[in-house]
Nanobody
Framework: QVQLGQSGGGLVQAGGSLRLSCAASGRTFSRYTMGWFRQTPGKEREFVAAILWPGSITSYADSVKGRFTISRDNAKNTLYLQMDSLKPEDTAVYYC??????????????????WGQGTQVTVSS
C-alpha cells in the first residue's frame, strides 16, 4: 500500500519560511498530479497547490500565489512545498495528496487517491 509520509512544518513568525516534504514509500511516485491541501478546524480541506507529472506545470490557490512554491523530485519520490512570506492566516494542518489516474480536476480534494498524515503549520503574528 502506498504511504505518503510528511515532514516539516512547525511554528514560525509572520514573514518567515517553512518547507514541507512528502515522501512516497512502497513504490515510486504516481505519474499523475500531486497536490497540497490545508485544513483548519471546522472548515473543509482547501486546495493550496498542485504539480502535474513530470513537474513543469504547477497551479496555486490565489491566496498563496507568489509566496508558495510546489516542486517534486521524481528520482527521490519526494514532493515539496516551500512556503515563504508566511502569514497568520496560513496557519493550518497541511496535507500532501496524490492522484493515481487522470482526473478532470486537481483542486478538488475528493479526486485524490492517497493522503499524507498531515502536519501542523502555525504562523504567529
Amino acid at each position: 500500500q502506498v504511504q505518503l509520509g510528511q515532514s516539516g512544518g512547525g511554528l514560525v513568525q509572520a514573514g518567515g519560511s517553512l518547507r514541507l516534504s512528502c515522501a512516497a514509500s512502497g513504490r515510486t511516485f504516481s505519474r499523475y498530479t500531486m497536490g497540497w491541501f490545508r485544513q483548519t478546524p471546522g472548515k473543509e480541506r482547501e486546495f493550496v497547490a498542485a504539480i502535474l507529472w513530470p513537474g513543469s506545470i504547477t497551479s496555486y490557490a490565489d491566496s498563496v500565489k507568489g509566496r508558495f512554491t510546489i516542486s517534486r523530485d521524481n528520482a527521490k519520490n519526494t514532493l515539496y512545498l516551500q512556503m515563504d512570506s508566511l502569514k497568520p492566516e496560513d496557519t493550518a494542518v497541511y496535507y500532501c495528496a496524490e492522484q493515481t489516474t487522470l482526473r478532470h480536476s486537481y483542486t478538488q480534494s475528493g479526486l485524490y487517491d492517497s493522503w499524507g498524515q498531515g502536519t501542523q503549520v502555525t504562523v504567529s503574528s
